[in-house]
């Protein structure tokens, strides 16, 4: 993986002012050849402005002049201490095999559908991809939209069950919290119901008297 600053706009200068292959540029900015053919189509990148990397100081001379007369060789980055000052103190994101970098997409897509409350920001961070991508997922204006299904990313070897469940959890409490500011979903009172008085039997009346076989069956009289 290539430390240089501005990889993709490195990229778009070496493609539009040089000779090499589209392998030799991605294993230089460390992207993948796909990525930069899509930078050479005016599919990706395409707002962004180029930077040479020689006069920058990232590249010599030397080097892209081999680089362009063998293209089975690989260039090599000037170490810049200026670049090691500018590095960030974040941990480096999670890397993603080559083999397994196609299948963003479709993890992306399954997010899209299964999960919007899920956003852009925290996808990005999960899956390690951008938010221009996510975009052009979500509008099928990917250059390869056509191949793209919903796909689990668990399944897809991206990202582990418990880290995608405690996501979905606090997108899940994220937007409920908002629902709540917004007006949205809030419990409505209960209404009082008035309290039925307790039902007590009635009492049995009791004769005055227990009867006697004489008032029952009379007197032989």
């Not at 430390?3 to 040089?18: E, F, Q, R, S």
């Amino acid at each position: 993986m290539s430390d240089i600053l501005m990889p993709k706009a490195t990229a778009v200068w070496l493609v539009d002012n040089t000779s090499l292959s589209f392998e030799q540029i991605a294993d230089f900015c460390g992207l993948h050849p796909l990525e930069v053919r899509g930078i050479a189509d005016g599919d990706v990148a395409r707002d962004i402005r180029g930077v040479d990397p020689v006069t920058g100081g990232q590249l010599t001379r030397e080097e892209l002049d081999k680089a362009q007369a063998d293209q089975n060789y690989r260039m090599k980055a000037v170490v810049s201490r200026h670049a090691e000052l500018l590095k960030s103190a974040k941990p480096a994101p999670k890397y993603t095999p080559v083999s397994r970098r196609q299948d963003r997409p479709d993890a992306i897509a399954w997010f899209v559908r299964n999960h919007p409350e899920v956003t852009d920001a925290q996808i990005a961070k999960l899956l390690g991809t951008t938010k221009s991508t996510i975009e052009s997922v979500r509008n099928r204006t990917h250059w390869n939209s056509a191949n793209i299904k919903p796909v689990d990313p668990v399944t897809l070897g991206l990202v582990g069950q418990l880290a995608l469940d405690e996501i979905v959890k606090k997108a899940a409490e994220k937007k409920a919290k908002d629902d709540l500011k917004n007006g949205g979903g809030t419990l409505q009172p209960v209404e009082e119901v008035e309290e039925e008085p307790e039902f007590v039997p009635e009492a049995r009346e009791r004769p005055g008297a227990e009867p006697t076989a004489e008032s029952v069956f009379g007197t032989k009289d």
